[in-house]
């Protein structure tokens, strides 16, 4: 049996790994370094660009639950990230380039798979009759080359769609004021010190910033975007919210609930938050500041935060396309092409948004595929489950008007008694974790273990 993963993202890696720790041989085609994409910098596998958290870690929120169900399916990806943690609250965020690494050794060194850096320009014919089992992945994100691009439009018999995603800035830990920042986490969760740099803003400071920043010249978009200028609702840039009126920030990035400002004893009109980005704890980024500023009206815009008069940029914001399926109309709940049996679909390219339903659907579509391999049916995941509720929406939405989806709550099938907000939410999540513990028995499920193939992603390993 043998498996062909294309791309080596979030999705594309944990579909190999799932494949391999089954007893499949796998090739994970990835075409960096050798073709490079308009924002990765290195050819590591699962390299991250726009944020480096993975959501909440709580218990009772959606991606908390996601999380939850990624341990019991035994991800790999999520060991690493859990392995390459830095501070950020309630949140799981990482360093980009150990977690990456981490990654990429795990993949290198697995003995069923091989790595080949070249760019897949078509689809894979399936196989023929009498040929060795063999099935295809396509996890290759939102940046999908333009050839691959084509091959799959013209599988699909339509036009896939189009968003334009942003990468906020990182700035240097040492170039930020801290005699007016202040570190503290939402509601005093987190670490003793907090875990976010906030810069609080009074209303004159506000109004000032959000001014400059909502009459700031945007750059040119490159001419692989074409025309198409439709932003997704989950990852705006930060100067399109502005433009939205006057308060739309402080409801928010900007949000000042549950920070208090040491100098004041009270409450800012707006705070920035700047979170973690790498172990060493010298690199920042700006929470929600995705942006499409030039990168001169960055610099002169976001100096305009107190605490960051004199900030030290070692990444500016930039736009970049962002590509992916009509799902409804293309893929079964399966992850499976409606079209072909042996074609599944994983990550940002089946509909799904954000790292966590990355993972997830990757891990999905390399099971399934294994699955598809030995004969036996690829698996539906109840839909009170976070996974299973995800997949069930990007694969039955409706595809005249389908955008892209994160894990939430209200993709969930309700209680059936009528409970308050956090009883609601804490219901969903133990709700989840007990119908995916008894679905994975009864269907005979073994989640692989990261920990016994990649010792450097075990509990209490040194990050």
């Known amino acids: 049996m043998h498996l062909l993963v294309i791309g080596g993202g979030l999705a594309g890696s944990e579909a190999a ?18 073709q490079a994409t308009p924002v990765h910098q290195t050819g590591h596998l699962a390299e991250l660009v726009c944020s ?12 908390g639950v996601l999380k939850q169900e990624l341990r019991l399916l035994g ?18 965020a990482v360093d980009r380039e150990h977690f990456s690494r981490m990654v990429t050794d795990a993949i290198e060194s697995h003995p ?35 050839p691959l691009a084509a091959s799959l439009q013209q599988l699909a018999g339509q036009q896939s769609l189009s968003f334009y995603d942003a990468l906020a800035p990182i700035v240097r830990l040492d170039s930020v004021d801290m005699m007016v920042a202040f570190r503290a ?25 959000w001014e400059a920043l909502a009459s700031a010249e945007q750059a040119p978009l490159h001419s692989f975007e074409h025309n198409d200028q439709r932003f997704f609702e989950a990852c705006l840039p930060v100067e399109e919210i502005a433009r939205r009126g006057r308060d739309a920030l402080c409801f928010g990035p900007l949000r000042p609930v549950g920070l208090t400002d040491p100098r004041t004893d009270s409450r800012p009109h707006a705070v920035v938050q700047l979170r973690q980005d790498n172990l060493a704890g010298t690199l920042y980024n700006l929470v929600g500041f995705q942006t499409n500023l030039r990168w001169a009206e960055q610099e002169r815009v976001f100096r305009l935060i107190p605490g960051l008069e004199q900030a030290e940029f070692v990444r500016f914001g930039q736009m970049h396309r962002n590509t992916f399926l009509n799902a409804p109309s293309i893929l079964q709940p399966t992850l499976q092409s409606r079209r072909r049996a042996d074609l599944f679909f994983g990550g940002q390219l089946t509909g799904v948004e954000g790292y966590g339903g990355s993972i997830a659907t990757g891990l999905l579509a390399g099971l399934n595929a294994t699955r598809w391999l030995s004969g036996a049916y690829p698996v539906i995941l109840p839909p009170n489950t976070m996974l299973g509720a995800l997949v069930h929406y990007v694969t039955h939405a409706e595809a005249k008007s389908f955008q892209p989806m994160k894990a939430n709550f209200g993709l969930m099938p309700p209680p059936e008694q009528r409970l308050g907000k956090q009883e609601r939410y804490r219901y969903y999540a133990e709700r989840a974790v007990q119908s995916l513990g008894g679905f994975l028995r009864a269907a005979e499920v073994t989640p692989a273990q990261p920990s016994k193939s990649c010792p450097s992603c075990a509990p209490g390993s040194p990050a």
């Open 17 to 34: 790994w799932q494949a391999a720790e089954r007893g499949v041989r796998v090739t994970l085609v990835e075409m960096r370094p050798g």
């Open 52 to 63: 480096n958290s993975l959501g909440s870690s709580l218990p009772d929120r959606a991606s």
């Open 75 to 92: 991800s790999l990806l999520l060991a690493c990230a859990e392995a390459s943690a830095v501070p950020a609250g309630s949140a799981l």
């Open 112 to 146: 069923l798979i091989t790595i080949q850096r070249r760019e897949a320009t078509d689809v894979p014919e399936a196989a023929g009759g009498g040929a060795e089992p063999q099935a295809t992945v396509i996890a290759t994100g939102p940046l999908t080359s333009e």
């Open 185 to 209: 986490a939402r509601y005093g969760r987190g670490g003793q010190d907090g875990d976010y740099i906030n810069c609080p803003m009074t209303e004159t400071e506000y109004l000032r910033f």
